[in-house]
């Protein structure tokens, strides 16, 4: 008989402190209660220092109620601990998950002394006090057993049923309703008479982003993106054939057509070399340098919830120095107050015809130094040398469609009907202030020097552009954000080639509101309006309107 009663003594107090200690991790997750978590108690009980006697509690007198109880628990059995400043703060309330937790150090100590042989310290009153203990909180023992049972079915059910241990998928899906409007497209012509109608027509387009992000270390990550659209591009025929507005000005951020088609339209890998002091990124198709660094525009760079121009984002000389295809960027310091960022893209790098390649295409060369003293101020100064040939993907395209057809292809096409090579130094300052959390002020400024890179032909041009903006968080409701852009897309100030010189004669500006509304954590709805004035810097042409409402899903 009383082997067996020691039996029981010996498994009761193991059962019990397993059942609490996992008990309490299960409750970690239930965000309904308003409860004490093992975390919350484990990083109390790092704060306080284990004690050997009672005397070493300053607030602790021989004259308290509970001093005896104390004085056993800490001499005896070494499961009392105080806190770092020599107290106990025994008037301190608690909660019975709290004293459960306690229980358990304690019988975790007794079930040290048996295991040690040292049972003579346990006395025949302190096994009834343990007894009489875990009857009364019987209750919520098998609460919490309860809910641990049903926690282990879920957390089983998820792992059979999940994507992959090593792979997320986070997706946008984008719905938009957008028209320009005003009285003409734009030219380049000097008359006012012979342009012709602007299409005005509204339309809904959508495009669709599915982004698998695979991770093999924790600290890297291989991103794999699937795109479908079909949102018109509103400018002068571009790569979707369709003359709208006569300009690449009127731009959405969001454009882009391929019937809608699911393809992969972006495939890189990314790592950190000597632990995160330096950041890598490799892209193997659809490298976009604005995706792989800093450009001082948080408010408004995505094109999903970010400026619903095409200008507004960022500065230019991310898309003058981005012509897609492979790419490496690497950024020494990526999360110190000064970072340094080198890359090489090649957009044409799968080609091995001549004139193309990794190395003998069209490619561009980038430096950047952020300086970041704090968060209230971010500035850089980047610049990049790109060449541009008629290659087998891209034409010359000095800004990626922003700003006037001339600072796109300043020297035009040759007698063969091709775009003429041409090279260029390309600089741009950047600035962001932040002079509360709800207030942002950014904006650029760039310059570039193009060549003209074909036999010995010569010529040069020099484009400047610049741009302000603001945003206002929270303005009317917790979580929206008005923002105001403005500012002169790519312009040629200064071209000499072929004996002739030209330039963009007059001065566009862009002018862009929007306000983003934030329906919920996954729903973003942003009502805005661009407004070009001059468009292809032209005096002679009519302001075009653009108005859209760009609703943003994200899951």
Request: proline fraction near 3%; aromatic fraction near 10%.
């Amino acid at each position: 008989m009383k082997n067996s009663f020691w039996n029981v003594l010996k498994v009761s107090p193991a059962i019990l402190a397993a059942s609490l200690l996992a008990a309490n991790s299960a409750l970690a997750g239930e965000a309904n209660e308003q409860i004490t978590t093992v975390a919350q108690l484990t990083q109390q009980n790092d704060s306080m220092g284990q004690v050997t006697s009672v005397s070493q509690f300053s607030d602790v007198q021989p004259t308290d109620w509970a001093f005896q109880a104390l004085q056993s628990l800490v001499e005896r059995y070494g499961c009392i601990a105080g806190y770092p400043n020599g107290t106990y703060r025994g008037n301190r309330a608690l909660t019975r998950y709290e004293f459960a937790a306690g229980l358990n150090a304690c019988l975790d100590r007794v079930n040290e002394l048996i295991a040690t042989a040292t049972a003579d310290l346990v006395t025949k009153e302190d096994l009834a006090t343990l007894q009489r203990l875990q009857e009364e909180f019987s209750a919520e023992l098998a609460t919490l057993r309860g809910r641990v049972d049903a926690l282990e079915a879920r957390t089983s059910e998820l792992e059979a049923n999940q994507f992959s241990t090593t792979t997320k998928l986070v997706g946008e899906a984008i719905f938009t309703v957008a028209a320009p409007f005003g009285d003409d497209r734009a030219d380049t012509t000097t008359s006012r008479t012979d342009n012709a109608d602007l299409d005005s027509n509204v339309i809904f387009a959508n495009r669709v982003r599915l982004n698998l992000y695979t991770s093999f270390t924790g600290s890297d990550r291989l991103q794999t993106r699937l795109q479908a659209r079909n949102i018109t591009q509103f400018d002068g025929a571009g790569s979707d054939g369709i003359n709208v507005t006569g300009t690449n000005m009127t731009r959405l951020g969001h454009d882009g057509n391929n019937g809608n088609n699911v393809e992969v339209d972006k495939l890189n890998y990314e790592f950190n070399l000597v632990s995160d002091a330096v950041r890598v990124k490799v892209d193997a198709f659809g490298a976009e340098l604005w995706n792989n660094i800093n450009v001082f525009n948080p408010d408004f760079r995505s094109s999903g919830t970010g400026a619903i121009s095409r200008y507004g984002r960022f500065s230019p000389i991310y898309r003058a120095s981005s012509p897609g295809g492979a790419g490496l960027t690497v950024t020494v310091n990526p999360k110190g107050p000064i970072s340094l960022t080198g890359a090489y893209l090649a957009p044409n790098a799968s080609d091995p015809s001549q004139g193309n390649g990794l190395f003998n295409g069209s490619n561009a060369y980038f430096g950047q130094i952020d300086f970041k003293p704090s968060k209230q101020i971010n500035v850089g100064f980047a610049y990049s040398h790109t060449y541009q040939n008629d290659g087998a993907d891209i034409d010359v395209n000095l800004f990626g469609s922003q700003g006037s057809s001339l600072a796109n292809r300043p020297f035009g096409s040759n007698i063969a009907g091709q775009n003429v090579a041409t090279s260029a130094n390309n600089y741009s300052f950047m600035a962001n202030f932040r002079p509360t959390d709800k207030i942002g002020i950014g904006g650029w400024v760039g310059y570039t020097d193009a060549q003209v890179e074909q036999g010995t032909t010569s010529g040069s041009a020099d484009i400047w552009y610049w741009a302000a903006n603001l945003s206002v968080k929270d303005l009317g409701r917790e979580g929206n954000t008005l923002g105001i852009i403005f500012g002169q897309p790519p312009k040629v100030t200064d071209l000499n080639f072929g004996g002739r010189a030209n330039t963009d004669r007059d001065t566009s500006y862009h002018l862009e509101g929007l306000y983003k509304i934030k329906v919920s954590d996954n729903i973003l709805v942003t009502p805005g309006l661009l407004v070009i004035f001059n468009p292809e810097h032209n005096n002679n042409n009519d302001t075009i309107y653009v108005g859209t409402i760009r609703t943003t899903f994200s899951f």
